[in-house]
């Protein structure tokens, strides 16, 4: 295993794109259900992607309170066929990533998911679009329901890819997403970074990391050590 590479693989906006299109549309309907005459933009679904049900409300309707925002969430919750629908309309495979997993697991080396979404929705996601194949594992910790673990994803992302390791050691640990809190929890595990950004929607990250990236097929050179 020593001479083994270990990528640890984001989900949502790593592999997977469009998604947050269905988010967006989700939350708008939301709001309007609750006559709030607001909604969110394209920018800002992109934005806050990756926060909890709890803070995308709290930031689309800040005069609000706890309770409305609960409320929201309940709603948002409640609507898991529509919502589905909704995700089926939108997502697709991130450009490339079929042909990275795949030469990765060709050359005898491991991916492995670690999601903010829990285990049986990441399971659906990635049975969607036939990822689920190229995986060892999925590790899905759900921190979209719970505001109070939002600030705090990295740590419960690192803790999770901690016990994931116990035990194994690897040549390299590659970590790719699309967010800081992924950055984070790779560095605390001591592996070198890829930041996946959008051409189409420049973020503009200030996140600290190893790489910056635009496309998938540049964390191949991790393949060459």
């Known amino acids: 295993m020593k001479n083994e590479i270990l990528f640890v693989w984001d989900f949502h906006g790593t592999l997977e794109k469009g998604n947050v299109y269905a988010v967006q549309e989700l939350v708008n309907l939301v709001l309007k259900d609750f006559g709030t005459n607001k909604e969110i933009t394209v920018q800002e679904a992109i934005d806050w992607y990756g926060l909890s049900w709890f803070d995308y409300f709290k930031l689309a309707v800040a005069e609000g309170n706890q309770q409305l925002w609960q409320s929201m969430v309940d709603k ?113 595990c001591g592996a070198t970074t890829y930041l996946l950004t959008d051409q189409k929607i420049d973020k503009g990250s200030k996140t600290e990391t190893d790489h910056i990236i635009s496309d998938l097929r540049e964390v191949l050179k991790e393949l060459e050590f």
């Open 76 to 188: 948002v919750l409640s609507l898991q066929q529509q919502s589905w629908n909704n995700i089926k309309n939108y997502i697709k495979v991130r450009d490339f990533a079929e042909e990275v997993l795949q030469q990765i697991q060709n050359e005898g080396h491991q991916n492995i998911l670690l999601s903010n979404t829990r285990l049986e929705q990441i399971r659906m996601f990635t049975d969607l679009l036939d990822l689920t194949h190229y995986f060892n594992e999925i590790i899905g910790v759900d921190t979209h329901r719970n505001s109070r673990i939002n600030n705090e994803i990295h740590n419960v992302k690192s803790e999770a890819l901690t016990n994931f390791l116990k035990g194994k050691n690897y040549g390299k640990i590659i970590m790719v997403g699309d967010k800081e809190n992924d950055m984070r929890a790779g560095k605390s």
